[in-house]
């Protein structure tokens, strides 16, 4: 009998050991992209409601234009007080965003968010903004000593992840994904889903493996459709994720990509109420209208295109070419109607609070021009880059992109961990003797 009390001590220290070693927690990875000048480009956020909000609350939280958060994800513009819309909660949104350098790397920082008295730094990183931000860079950003003493009404800067990579994949343009990892992800599912390879995935975001965890951000490129406007424009750089829209010019001009090809392909906006002309100079074209001529050598196609926005005119510019085919029609990314708020996943949660940093303003309903009736933060939809387009890259080396732990450059668990296995082996040495 004496002889049990040594089996049963190892087991209990086997079993701490193996509790130890289980419950430490794993810190998220997230690829970065080193910068050091002011350039910025068009970026994407995958965000997850985690509650019943409206499209004007959602926009509110990463103070951009609300029709912009719309026609990133193609939904239906045209429908009455459609910034009033509530969407379900646990629905997926891409996030339009500008992307800049800060700090040495790319990151969004125009996000605020005001506190409330329910509020901790991990309920606002984890519920809030679903994971694409830690409590320790809300704690680092906003210089907070003490994360357990939160102010209400306190305004806090989010530091969003994004990168540019040049705006290019491959030598092809192409707008990054910030991809928060859910449980059941794998990345071969992730590059399925955004018509993507596994292999150009692992370059991006510079892995020695395909394995990911839950919570890591990935970088996951997207085929956008180029601009060639003048770097005079106010709109110059913009790239347009397949499969989507944008609206610029003052929400004079719609902007599409897809679904037959990647070249741009804008119109007038429905939203428009007092633009500039837009018809082509020396023609009896708008912009948007293409005309096609059969010829024995193939044909020729004539277009009114869009030039950019520049001091308030819309630029247009005729275009001919001989092709050897005669294009289609032109197609349109497929439009969605805006979800309903119904749903049996519903949660009660409170919704955000607006930052005093960006008050609301007064926008225009599609339905109604003079009644101004929604939230929005610029004037434009479009968020612009500052760098010529397109800088490509060498070929397909992921030149500084570094995988980094989001919370913080050294993790203390390993080094616990470690201390606590020490310790046990020593313990269950002469025990087992």
């Known amino acids: 009998m004496p002889n049990q009390h040594p089996i049963w001590h190892c087991t209990f220290l086997m079993f701490l050991l193996y509790f130890i070693l289980n419950a430490a927690p794993v810190s998220c990875k997230s690829t970065i992209e080193p910068c050091s000048d002011s350039n910025s480009c068009n970026a994407l956020l995958g965000y997850t409601l985690y509650t019943e909000l409206k499209v004007s609350e959602v926009a509110s939280l990463f103070q951009i234009d609300p029709i912009a958060l719309l026609t990133a994800n193609a939904f239906d513009i045209t429908f009455s007080d459609v910034e009033h819309h509530i969407l379900p909660c646990k629905l997926f949104l891409k996030v339009p965003i500008t992307c800049s350098c800060a700090d040495g790397i790319r990151k969004s920082v125009s996000a605020h968010y005001r506190t409330r008295p329910s509020d901790t730094l991990s309920s606002i990183a984890d519920s809030v903004y679903g994971g694409l931000v830690s409590p320790d860079q809300l704690r680092e950003a906003n210089s907070i000593a003490d994360p357990l003493m939160l102010d209400v009404g306190h305004n806090l800067v989010v530091p969003l992840p994004c990168t540019c990579f040049n705006g290019s994949d491959n030598s092809l343009p192409s707008v990054y994904l910030s991809y928060v990892v859910k449980p059941m992800d794998t990345l071969a599912a992730i590059a399925a ?148 708020s119904r749903t049996s996943e519903s949660v009660v949660a409170f919704p955000p609070s607006l930052s005093p940093s960006q008050p609301p303003l007064l926008s225009q309903s599609p339905s109604s021009p003079s009644e101004g009736i929604g939230l929005i933060a610029p004037k434009s939809s479009v968020m612009p880059a500052t760098r010529s387009f397109p800088v490509f890259s060498p070929g397909n080396d992921p030149v500084g992109r570094i995988a980094s732990a989001a919370s913080s450059l050294v993790n203390p668990i390993p080094i616990l961990t470690s201390s606590f296995m020490l310790l046990l082996i020593t313990l269950m040495i002469p025990v087992a003797l």
């Open 193 to 340: 889903r955004y018509f993507t390879t596994l292999t150009d995935l692992m370059n991006v975001n510079d892995m020695g493996s395909a394995a990911i965890s839950d919570g890591d951000i990935l970088a996951v490129p997207i085929p956008a459709c180029a601009s060639k406007f003048p770097k005079y424009a106010t709109d110059f750089g913009l790239l347009v994720p397949n499969g989507s829209y944008t609206i610029t010019a003052s929400h004079c001009v719609q902007c599409s990509c897809g679904p037959q090809n990647l070249d741009l392909y804008c119109i007038p906006s429905s939203l428009a109420v007092s633009c500039s002309s837009m018809q082509c100079k020396r023609s009896n074209f708008t912009l948007g209208n293409v005309t096609v001529q059969k010829m024995s050598s193939g044909c020729n196609v004539t277009s009114c295109n869009y030039d950019g926005f520049v001091n308030g005119n819309i630029l247009t510019m005729m275009a001919s070419s001989l092709q050897p085919h005669c294009p289609d029609q032109q197609r349109f990314p497929p439009l969605r109607a805006t979800p309903s």
